[in-house]
């Protein structure tokens, strides 16, 4: 028979194994990092093993470590998946759902509907953690994410989320004044351009237009290059520089004339958030009851 505290154990390992550290693990399993590192301890103590090889930059299953994964992750997993279906079949949605998501999809798709789901869900611990780097999702104990492009991983299902986002080309009135109003994208060479650098990838994202059915990209030198979607509307209105950007966070500047639209017979087509989880963990009835409400628009 199986020892209380390695059984008590094993849930712990495999969520350190699974999410690759103690942090993540302890915010997957609503506990602190302490109580994962002492779990973890008491477990190796009575298997006679190390499971993990420890350093301060890296943490690494040991051979021991991996044998034992492959041996208990399927069986847990069928016992997590038995457990919340028990939950699910009687509607309870309950408990923490962690979801990572971009500062703009946070503004854009989440708060506008925020305050009614917390009042018709109050059973569900809802942590919303905002990131816009690429976030891997399953090591850091999270339920979903939620971001514009993503090469998601094949294990991913994935759904639109939040309204059509029109990406638009602006400068302040004063610029056009002193530097003219460009005609076709070509125009663009020599003035005065800001651009999108990719937190995590460090890449600077191309300025994008539509001409008919063909997509153009182009990739100007940035006089000025920022990492926050919000800051790129500051420096236009600023009257420094032209930039593309998206309308709906514009669109008081736009409506007052503060900003204008430039080249809009090549503005690109719509971008849209996508919702994305892995396959293989069952989706709760918490994730579904986010998503009938924030994805698909229902109100239960």
């Avoid at 069928?78 to 759902?97: C, H, K, N, V």
Wanted: net charge neutral.
């Amino acid at each position: 028979m199986i020892e209380a505290r390695i059984l008590a154990g094993l849930p712990v390992f495999r969520a350190v194994a699974v999410h690759g550290g103690f942090t993540a693990a302890a915010g997957r399993l609503g506990v602190t990092p302490s109580a994962v590192s002492q779990s973890i301890r008491v477990l190796e103590e009575h298997l006679g093993v190390r499971l993990f090889a420890r350093t301060s930059r890296s943490l690494r299953l040991t051979e021991a470590g991996t044998r034992l994964l492959a041996d208990i992750d399927a069986p847990l997993s069928r016992l997590s998946q038995a457990t919340q279906a028990l939950r699910d079949s009687e509607g309870q949605s309950e408990g923490p759902l962690r979801v990572s998501l971009s500062r703009l999809a946070l503004e854009i798709c989440i708060m506008p509907q925020l305050a009614q789901f917390i009042q018709a869900n109050p059973a569900i611990q809802l942590e919303l953690s905002t990131d816009d780097r690429l976030t891997d999702i399953v090591k850091g104990g999270f339920d979903a994410g939620i971001r514009l492009r993503e090469s998601l991983e094949g294990d991913m299902i994935s759904l639109p989320f939040g309204p059509p986002l029109r990406r638009v080309l602006l400068a302040s009135p004063d610029y056009l004044a002193r530097h003219g109003t460009p005609a076709v994208p070509a125009d663009l060479i020599g003035h005065r351009i800001q651009r999108y650098r990719f937190p995590g990838s460090q890449r600077l994202e191309p300025l994008q237009f539509r001409d008919g059915d063909q997509r153009l990209e182009l990739d100007p030198p940035a006089a000025i290059s920022l990492d926050d979607i919000r800051g790129i509307g500051m420096a236009v209105r600023s009257g420094q520089v032209i930039a593309q950007s998206f309308h709906a966070i514009e669109e008081d500047a736009i409506n007052e004339g503060r900003l204008v639209e430039l080249l809009p017979k090549y503005e690109p087509a719509p971008v849209q958030f996508h919702i994305y989880y892995p396959s293989r963990i069952l989706q709760t009835a918490r994730l579904r009851t986010f998503l009938d409400w924030f994805a698909r628009g229902r109100r239960s």
